[in-house]
């Protein structure tokens, strides 16, 4: 079983600057994904970034990205330049060999203008 | 339709009552996937279809509980005698495989309140 922590309920930051936000996950699987998600108030889920496992780069999107260390199994988002729509709950998640993803409990991110 | 559709956005029921909440995926998506999220929490996975082959169920939370979906597209989530804790936004996603790197798109959910 694959469990994600988001040890982070609620972070602000103001518009433009940058902000982390946490995540750590456990599996005992080697072949794994990662993927950090937005919601925004619509409730739809959006796709802001995903990891490979077995790849060592970071992945990057933009201004979104990642610091992926598999060591310490931490996968942590990084947001540059921080504009008003960034403004939702992330949720980070993990899936393995169970198609289903596993989500973390999330971090409400308020940018101040 | 261009994204995933959810039916009906939001649902108010009296306790003891059955619902039925509708998923349209994204045409051509084998996968499609029900997650359960309470108010201020994360996303709990219910249940998950692939094609043609027997959906896991292990996510569900008791038998009153049930999915189907017809004709691999369509997918109904059903709670029988529904209870307070039932209350939460019902989130449908589908992937266009089930290949573990696979985006999910999902719905705007349906908010269920049971009074």
């Known amino acids: 079983a694959q469990t994600v922590t988001q040890s982070q309920p609620e972070m602000s930051v103001q518009e433009a600057e940058t902000v982390t936000l946490s995540c750590t996950y456990d599996t005992s699987e080697s072949d794994y994904y990662l993927f950090w998600y937005k919601q925004p108030p619509s409730r739809q889920m959006i796709l802001v970034i995903r990891q490979e496992a077995y790849k060592q780069q970071n992945a990057t999107e933009n201004r979104f990205s990642v610091n992926f260390q598999k060591a310490a199994k931490s996968f942590s988002l990084k947001i540059s330049d921080s504009q008003l729509g960034d403004a939702a709950m992330y949720f980070c998640a993990s899936r393995g060999s169970a198609r289903q993803l596993t989500f973390g409990s999330g971090t409400q991110l308020t940018v101040l203008p | 339709g261009a994204g995933v559709s959810q039916s009906p956005s939001n649902k108010v029921t009296e306790k003891g009552k059955d619902v039925e909440l509708r998923c349209d995926p994204i045409s051509g998506h084998t996968a499609l996937y029900w997650y359960r999220q309470s108010l201020g929490q994360g996303l709990e996975f219910l249940i998950y279809?692939?094609?043609?082959?027997?959906?896991?169920k292990s996510g569900l939370p008791s038998d009153r509980f049930s999915a189907e979906r017809t004709g691999g597209s369509v997918s109904t989530l059903t709670i029988q005698r529904t209870q307070q804790e039932d209350s939460a936004v019902y989130l449908c996603?589908?992937?266009?495989?089930?290949?573990?790197?696979?985006?999910?798109?999902f719905g705007q959910g349906t908010r269920l309140t049971v009074v």
């Open positions: 279809f692939q094609g043609n082959s027997a959906p896991d």
């Open positions: 996603a589908s992937s266009l495989t089930q290949g573990g790197g696979t985006e999910a798109f």
